[in-house]
């Protein structure tokens, strides 16, 4: 009966490799590596083109929209008329609802470590209580 066993168990074990060996993975054939080679050239040779043709194209922005953005010839980045006694750079975030604490820290902050520069905080959306307690904290 163990004979039996192990002669069925043999026969098992090498039946699956024969077929295994059969079925499996080919090596590739020198044609499937010239023409894998010859696809990736021709992928390298069209990312070149493309790298070209981005290169050559520009942007063409119109003037209207330039002007309106502020971008003209010689800038202003405050009201003159306002803000007479502040020092560049102007350091500028914003805070939304939620982020109060965030918003005291980070003046609080700048406060500390640059004391001669103006923050300038922008609401986006705070709550009264939110906007009362940033304005408690960053207010001079």
């Not at 083109?49 to 942007?59: G, V």
């Not at 406060?111 to 001079?140: C, K």
Request: proline share 4%; glycine share 6%; hydrophobic share 40%.
């Amino acid at each position: 009966m163990r004979t039996k066993t192990f002669v069925l168990f043999l026969m098992c074990v090498i039946a699956t490799s024969v077929i295994l060996i059969l079925v499996g993975n080919k090596r590739p054939t020198i044609e499937s590596i010239v023409s894998e080679t010859h696809k990736q050239l021709h992928n390298l040779k069209t990312f070149k083109e493309n790298l070209e043709n981005a290169e050559e194209k520009r942007l063409v922005a119109d003037d209207k929209y330039l002007t309106l953005l502020g971008f003209v010839e010689q800038p202003r980045q405050f009201p003159g008329d306002v803000w007479r006694n502040t020092s560049l750079p102007i350091i500028i975030t914003y805070v939304r609802d939620g982020q109060e604490q965030q918003g005291v820290g980070f003046a609080r902050n700048t406060a500390h470590f640059l004391p001669n520069h103006t923050t300038l905080i922008y609401n986006l959306g705070l709550s009264q209580y939110g906007l009362q307690m940033v304005s408690r904290h960053t207010v001079a």
